[in-house]
């Protein structure tokens, strides 16, 4: 469902970037700026380097927020033959009206709008940019040497920005100096494309030249799409009681095989949890503690396809407390359980939670879960095989 967007400045990067495996190359030239516009001729020679063999978009600028100035750019650029064109919306009076004027070109080209995570994004935005006809939207870092776009906002405020737009019927791409141990993190948040420049490009920095080995292993930590798996089923979020139910086993002896064991300990978060009626009046401090055996691979782990990383078990716990009260501790545990349980290489999960503002002390629950058969044609929230289409347009 995620895509692999490549940023690239000139037609011998975008054939790199094809070559291994990008599934959106992206036109900009990244010396000036996370909006850096290459000259036309530039862009049509990318377009005709890719030869229709993957979307090719262009950015068109730091360009100030005047309709006029906007529509310019984004016809131009639609005259070089590129799929998108990528306009920056930054904070200001006139930013609606740009986006209102973009209607006119939104017929020949698709639109993104890009929103940067340190001018603040706005996802109160999504309807009017439906209405104007723009494909989606994407949120990147403006000023890439300071703060990355984990460091701006946290999973949960990503995965409501990302959620606000799906239910627009738009698409939703995350960038902003993004690095491989971020993929992990950020797929689960089902965004339609993760964008890449920095990553991209080796020891050189952004500025430099595009690097295929580089390129091969942000490819390889990004599902690839698949039509074949269209129809198959998804598991969300939400989905723990079908993992609890066909996932899990009591019986220790049928996790067979060697085993490495990651454990997140003492992880404290506010959460509105409770079966009493104050309870739900305000949030209170919960204690996880999660010891995960993984199986043992043949090789010393070399890179993040080699781990799952406690970021995401963190991350993951912080998007389940996200999502609303919670009832009983024994059902928050089966979530954290279950959100581990769908990585492939996890047989068995331990996971400890407990109140800490009841009494002296604290109370809680210890569950221990493991896999036994893998349900047929669920996926994981993992890196596996997905499937990748444009969301249907609210009506």
Known sequence: M???????????????????????IDAKDPRVGA?????????????????GRAPVGAVAGDLPMEPQIIVAAARALAATGVDYVKIGLF????????????ASVAPRVKIIGVMFADHGADAALAPLMRQAGFTGAM????QKREKRLLDLYDPTSLMRIIDAFHAQGLLAGLAGSL???????????????????????????????????????????????????????????????????QCFASDPGKNSGATDRI????????VRIGAYAHEREKSQRVRFNVDIDVRRLDHVP????DVLSYDVVTDGIGLIVAEGHITLVEELAERVAALVLAHPRVGRVIVRVEKLDIRP?????????????????????FPGPVAWSEPKRAS
Request: net charge neutral; aromatic share 4%; proline share 5%.
């Open 302 to 305: 070399a890179d993040m396809r």
């Open 361 to 381: 002390g604290s109370v809680g629950v210890e569950i221990t879960r493991e896999r036994v058969a893998e349900p047929s044609g669920v996926h994981h929230l």
């Open 91 to 102: 904070p200001g009076a006139r930013r609606e009206a740009c986006i209102r004027a973009l």
């Open 263 to 270: 454990f997140v300990r003492d992880f404290v978060l506010p």
């Open 139 to 142: 949120i990147d870092t403006a």
């Open 2 to 24: 995620t895509g692999f967007l490549a940023s690239v400045a000139s037609a011998d990067e975008a054939r790199i970037a094809r070559e291994q495996g990008a599934d959106f």
């Open 35 to 51: 909006l850096g516009a290459l000259a036309p001729e530039s862009v049509r020679q990318i377009v005709a380097e890719i030869a």
């Open 179 to 245: 690095e491989l141990p971020d993929i992990q993190r950020l797929l689960p948040l089902s965004p339609d494309f993760l964008g890449f420049r920095g990553a991209l490009c080796g020891k050189s920095g952004r500025g430099g030249r595009i690097d295929a080995e580089a390129v091969r292993g942000v490819r390889e930590l990004i599902p690839r799409r698949e039509e074949s798996t269209s129809t198959a089923k998804v598991v969300s979020r939400a989905d723990y009681r079908l993992l609890a139910a």
